[in-house]
């Protein structure tokens, strides 16, 4: 994993954005690092900026791991989720 970090109320977007978007679908805002208190494992915590905005949780590995290349071998984005430079509307 590179050394990249998101910090609470920064603007990520999932590779998925790439594949279909209207507004702001697969945008999501960093709400910060959650330890699980049983697994011992680190979480970010973010929530979607569409829909009815569900706060979603999943390991810190996970949200910083590539693009499964042998799935989706056309995506230009590297990573799993990366900062978001637009337009929020």
Known sequence: MENRQFNPGDIVQH??????HEGNQYL?????LAHHSETDE????????????????????MFYSEVDRSKYPD???KFRFEKYEGEVL
């Open 42 to 61: 680190n979480l970010m915590v973010y929530r979607a900026l569409y829909g009815e905005g569900k706060m979603c949780a999943r390991p810190v590995e």
């Open 28 to 32: 999501y805002e960093i709400v910060g």
């Open 15 to 20: 590779f998925k954005r790439e594949f279909e």
């Open 75 to 77: 995506v230009k984005q």
